[in-house]
């Protein structure tokens, strides 16, 4: 299966229009960065160009990968890496809501970095979307 992005190659934009969409459809499509101002295309491929990047991810917070640049996030492994960060950044949050006792609006998670023997993820949870820098720290 094809990723859903890259830096360099923007998703396509959506053909259909809203009047051509049947009125019963109550769903929303999951949020895209298809229409991105090209300072988010330009920033992804400035973190994607440091030497110790290995990838760049963006996704949303209840669905796909949006954007993704290096081999690291492509296909299946990709999505490994999106549920797994959303699953560590939820649960985060739930800690941090325990700490505060049950009270979100005290403290809020803004920044994250895990480290292990091989790889660095950085990431930057927002209320809709995860920024996701993959590095190696050797480098």
Do not use: W
């Amino acid at each position: 299966m094809p990723s859903q992005g890259t830096a360099t190659e923007p998703l396509p934009a959506s053909t259909s229009t809203p009047s051509a969409q049947p009125s019963s459809a109550t769903q929303t499509p999951p949020p895209t960065l298809a229409s991105a101002p090209p300072e988010v295309e330009q920033t992804i491929a400035r973190l994607a160009s440091h030497k110790s990047v290995r990838g760049v991810m963006i996704c949303s917070r209840d669905g796909p990968i949006i954007r993704q640049a290096g081999v690291v996030f492509e296909g299946e492994q990709g999505r490994k890496y999106a549920t797994v960060i959303k699953r560590i950044v939820d649960t985060c949050k739930v800690g941090l809501e325990e700490i505060n006792g049950g009270s979100e609006s005290t403290d809020e998670l803004k920044f994250m970095r895990v480290r292990t023997k091989k790889h660095e993820l950085m990431i930057t949870p927002d209320e809709r979307y995860l920024l996701v820098v993959l590095q190696d720290p050797t480098q």
